[in-house]
């Protein structure tokens, strides 16, 4: 059991390509999570791409995930799209790919989660692999037919799963960034990505 994530993170990627997943679509809300946020690395390091949402307020102020909606009253679609560009131009498969990217940045989305839905997909054809749709009917704290790795949405949680390195463009400046957005494994590795995510060592139930 997974959250669908903005462009989630490689450990998540790689639980994705590794199992059958269902989607959480019955939790609610929670803010400084990869539900609304990824992170990349820019010439200054570790970057976050924050996507704003409107907010409830009064006795609504918890919304379940599935009905949050973007506040795209802000142009964060260009500025997202322009931060992605200015990082990764350089990288081997930036333009492998953008074709396929930008169009997420074009659209006129409204529903956080179904955006969301959209970049995993996007990044699946992009690597080859069919990731799957189904979706819960119903919250359970602890499910007793799924693994639980809704964990993987804190953006903030200690005790991260440890990944290969792999190259990045400004490894040099910076080291080897972990916990990076997906997009950072597929404009550096390109078509190496899905044998790169099948062969990570996960251990998602000890984690």
């Given at each position: 059991?997974?959250?669908?994530?903005?462009?989630?993170?490689?450990?998540?990627?790689?639980?994705?390509?590794?199992?059958?997943?269902?989607?959480?679509?019955?939790?609610?809300?929670?803010?400084?999570?990869?539900?609304?946020?990824?992170?990349?690395?820019?010439?200054?390091?570790?970057?976050?791409?924050?996507?704003?949402?409107?907010?409830?307020?009064?006795?609504?102020?918890?919304?379940?995930?599935?009905?949050?909606?973007?506040?795209?009253?802000?142009?964060?679609?260009?500025?997202?799209?322009?931060?992605?560009?200015?990082?990764?131009?350089?990288?081997?498969?930036?333009?492998?790919?953008?074709?396929?990217?930008?169009?997420?940045?074009?659209?006129?989305?409204?529903?956080?989660?179904e955006f969301n839905l959209k970049t995993i997909e996007v990044v699946g054809n992009c690597i080859g692999v069919e990731l799957p749709a189904a979706k819960t009917e119903k919250f359970q704290?602890?499910?007793?037919?799924?693994?639980?790795?809704?964990?993987?949405?804190?953006?903030?949680?200690?005790?991260?799963?440890?990944?290969?390195?792999?190259?990045?463009?400004?490894?040099?400046?910076?080291?080897?960034?972990?916990?990076?957005?997906?997009?950072?494994?597929?404009?550096?590795?390109?078509?190496?990505?899905?044998?790169?995510?099948?062969?990570?060592?996960?251990?998602?139930?000890?984690?």
């Amino acid at each position: 059991m997974l959250h669908p994530t903005y462009f989630p993170n490689v450990a998540s990627f790689a639980a994705m390509v590794q199992n059958d997943v269902v989607w959480e679509a019955e939790d609610n809300f929670q803010k400084q999570t990869y539900r609304n946020r990824c992170y990349i690395c820019t010439d200054k390091g570790k970057h976050m791409l924050n996507i704003p949402i409107k907010h409830v307020g009064g006795d609504e102020g918890r919304q379940k995930y599935a009905d949050v909606e973007m506040d795209n009253s802000y142009p964060w679609k260009k500025q997202h799209w322009r931060t992605l560009e200015t990082a990764y131009r350089t990288s081997p498969f930036f333009e492998f790919y953008e074709d396929e990217i930008r169009p997420l940045y074009e659209g006129t989305d409204t529903s956080l989660y179904e955006f969301n839905l959209k970049t995993i997909e996007v990044v699946g054809n992009c690597i080859g692999v069919e990731l799957p749709a189904a979706k819960t009917e119903k919250f359970q704290m602890e499910p007793t037919e799924l693994l639980d790795t809704r964990f993987l949405v804190e953006a903030k949680r200690k005790g991260k799963i440890p990944l290969e390195p792999y190259p990045q463009v400004f490894e040099e400046r910076h080291g080897f960034i972990p916990d990076l957005s997906i997009l950072d494994l597929l404009f550096n590795e390109g078509t190496n990505a899905l044998a790169y995510l099948k062969n990570q060592s996960l251990h998602l139930s000890h984690a």
